[in-house]
């Protein structure tokens, strides 16, 4: 660093530990996500506009993620988005507390702090739901909606809102908007196999698996060898070769620090790496009628900006991989389909899943057919 870029880095330390200390960690994390906190008095304008908002409205909303503020760069979570546009639908009569990068936990945790109405909101794996409403975790059934086109068709359908709705609400959520970051991928570690293009190039590989069931019979059935890793001990599992792949999208990826311990990443396409945000049922429901207008409005306003999002993330995430010197991977048509023969829902091995996920087999069909109905919303796939 040049001596200029040093004070640069020292007066925003200051800034932000000043603003941190008196308080005001919520607006330390707004200013240094505006790029402001090199000035005290930018960082201070900050302070006093956050402390406004938050004395002027009648209701504190907190908002708890797993992720960093500035994550959306590469995995677009939008959460400083979804607080600005809760704060403005509801004309300020809620102001959005931001707990990001897994202060208040992550996952599972999250969950259960938000139905326990420790906070009212949070961002989690659409997965986490699966314990509540079983028929959330039908995205894991392979190239059902591992599109992001699928995906989005899907959770934004009547059917997906008639049949899992009433479920996820009966466990005290409301789910307030689908977060589209991209499809998980086939990442390969360094020093082991080459690019994994077919089903037969997994032959023998140790594939990182988290728990759910689905992903390991998938992996199972495309010719890997699953092998169960918690996501916490994934980096040094990969590393030292304990297991040889694993599947997060390209922006998780990125951001929880693989670009350098990995190869190759093939675009499979096969299960989504979904979001959603979900607030406390009942504290939705003791709010007056605008203000639930409102927040619903902020959601489908911050949906929007997440899809169109999408591919600028994966295009950063790829980037920064590509300088570690990780290669890239599309496949044909031709090739998606020898991965869909291999492991697809459409396979009877999925049939008991899927009646016992979505209740029947008759409730699977209209699921079936919402996620290959084009509805209003666009989103590129990779």
Same mark, same amino acid.
């Given at each position: 660093m040049t001596p200029i870029e040093n004070g640069l880095a020292s007066e925003e330390r200051r800034n932000f530990l000043k603003l941190a200390a008196s308080g005001g960690f919520t607006a330390a994390m707004v200013a240094g996500a505006a790029g402001v906190l090199w000035s005290s008095e930018a960082a201070a304008q900050?302070?006093?506009?956050?402390?406004?908002?938050?004395?002027?409205?009648?209701?504190?909303?907190?908002?708890?993620?797993?992720?960093?503020?500035?994550?959306?760069?590469?995995?677009?979570?939008?959460?400083?988005?979804?607080?600005?546009?809760?704060?403005?639908a509801t004309g300020g009569k809620v102001y959005v507390k931001l707990a990001p990068g897994g202060q208040l936990g992550a996952g599972g945790a999250l969950v259960q702090a938000v139905q326990g109405g420790t906070i009212q909101a949070a961002q989690h794996s659409l997965s986490n739901f699966a314990p509540f409403a079983s028929a959330a975790d039908l995205i894991n059934l392979p190239y059902f909606c591992g599109s992001?086109?699928?995906?989005?068709?899907?959770?934004?359908?009547?059917?997906?809102?008639?049949?899992?709705?009433?479920?996820?609400?009966?466990?005290?959520?409301?789910?307030?908007?689908?977060? %589209?970051?991209?499809? *998980?991928?086939? =990442? !390969?570690?360094?020093?082991?196999?080459?690019? $994994?293009?077919?089903?037969?190039?997994?032959?023998?590989?140790?594939?990182?698996?988290?728990?759910?069931?689905?992903?390991?019979?998938?992996?199972?059935?495309?010719?890997?060898?699953?092998?169960?890793?918690?996501?916490?001990?994934?980096?040094?599992?990969?590393?030292?070769?304990?297991?040889?792949?694993?599947d997060p999208s390209v922006g998780a990826l990125f951001v929880f620090g693989f670009k350098d311990i990995l190869s190759h990443v093939t675009f499979t396409q096969a299960v989504p790496d979904s979001q959603v945000y979900s607030m406390n049922l009942e504290w939705f429901n003791s709010l007056p009628g605008d203000v639930q207008e409102g927040i619903e409005?902020?959601?489908?306003?911050?949906?929007?900006?997440?899809?169109?999002? %999408?591919?600028?993330? *994966?295009?950063? =995430? !790829?980037?920064?991989?590509?300088?570690?010197? $990780?290669?890239?991977?599309?496949?044909?048509?031709?090739?998606?389909?020898?991965?869909?023969?291999?492991?697809?829902?459409?396979?009877?091995?999925?049939?008991?899943?899927?009646?016992d996920l979505a209740g029947s087999m008759e409730t699977f069909a209209r699921l079936e057919e919402a996620a290959g109905t084009q509805g209003k919303y666009y989103v590129h796939d990779a």
């Open positions: 900050t302070q006093q506009e956050e402390r406004a908002r938050e004395q002027a409205a009648d209701r504190v909303m907190t908002l708890a993620t797993a992720y960093v503020l500035g994550a959306s760069r590469s995995y677009p979570i939008m959460q400083l988005d979804l607080k600005e546009n809760i704060q403005n992001n086109q699928r995906f989005t068709n899907l959770v934004t359908s009547d059917a997906w809102r008639n049949e899992v709705h009433p479920k996820i609400e009966a466990a005290g959520f409301k789910a307030l908007f689908y977060v %589209v970051i991209d499809p *998980r991928v086939v =990442a !390969m570690r360094k020093g082991g196999a080459g690019p $994994v293009l077919t089903p037969g190039d997994l032959s023998g590989v140790k594939f990182r698996v988290p728990g759910s069931q689905m992903l390991q019979q998938y992996y199972r059935m495309v010719g890997a060898n699953p092998t169960p890793v918690a996501w916490g001990e994934t980096p040094s599992a990969i590393k030292q070769g304990v297991a040889d792949a694993l409005w902020a959601g489908e306003m911050t949906a929007h900006q997440n899809l169109a999002k %999408v591919p600028s993330a *994966r295009s950063y =995430a !790829m980037a920064e991989l590509e300088k570690a010197g $990780v290669e890239f991977h599309s496949l044909s048509d031709d090739q998606l389909a020898e991965w869909q023969a291999a492991g697809g829902y459409q396979r009877s091995e999925w049939d008991q899943f899927k009646a």
